[in-house]
């Protein structure tokens, strides 16, 4: 009887362990991942529309996340084509990323779009590209040196060929030449 008493005490006392650990709940929460699902380095895209090169995007490392947006963490080089298929305009930035719900990037860090048609060059901090409205836009402090003058000012709204553009605020002094 003693080795049935052994073991009936403890098939006991697992039944009550069993049903001690039933209600416990785990104790550590599931943390669902938000990085990067992909890392490519040295990368470059080409977009075009109609058999015809539009957009060249060059960068050192690029982070795909499961959302479709993208990041360039050691920056971004993107070259704009003309209908000929002539380089029209540049942007470099330190950092960028691609928004792909928006269809948009964002650009920070010594942000530089030059103009080749129109020789012209601006500066700033931030800088936002919309692809669907082709616009590229700042509401920080922005600097345009044309082929005559440098112009100053906070904001900024252009077409992203930086073609067409205007300052939203200037600051400083802007000379005007009247017409002869």
Not at 18 to 27: D, R
Not at 51 to 68: C, D, H, T, V
Not at 146 to 173: A, E
Request: glycine letters at 6%.
């Amino acid at each position: 009887m003693n080795h049935l008493e052994k073991l009936l005490g403890l098939l006991f006392a697992l039944n009550l362990l069993a049903a001690c650990n039933a209600g416990i709940e785990n104790p550590v929460p599931k943390i669902k991942y938000t990085g990067p699902t992909m890392q490519s380095g040295n990368i470059t895209t080409l977009y075009s529309d109609s058999a015809r090169l539009k957009i060249k995007l060059n960068a050192k490392m690029q982070w795909q996340f499961e959302n479709g947006d993208a990041e360039y963490p050691e920056g971004i080089n993107l070259t704009f084509y003309d209908r000929n298929q002539q380089v029209s305009s540049t942007l470099r930035a330190n950092y960028a990323k691609y928004d792909k719900q928006h269809d948009s990037y964002f650009a920070r860090g010594n942000v530089v779009v030059n103009s080749i048609e129109k020789g012209e060059t601006m500066k700033t901090e931030e800088l936002h590209w919309n692809k669907v409205k082709r616009q590229i836009y700042t509401d920080k402090f922005v600097t345009v040196q044309t082929k005559t003058d440098i112009i100053q000012g906070n904001g900024l709204v252009s077409d992203d060929g930086f073609i067409h553009w205007k300052i939203l605020n200037p600051t400083g002094s802007i000379i005007v030449e009247q017409p002869q």
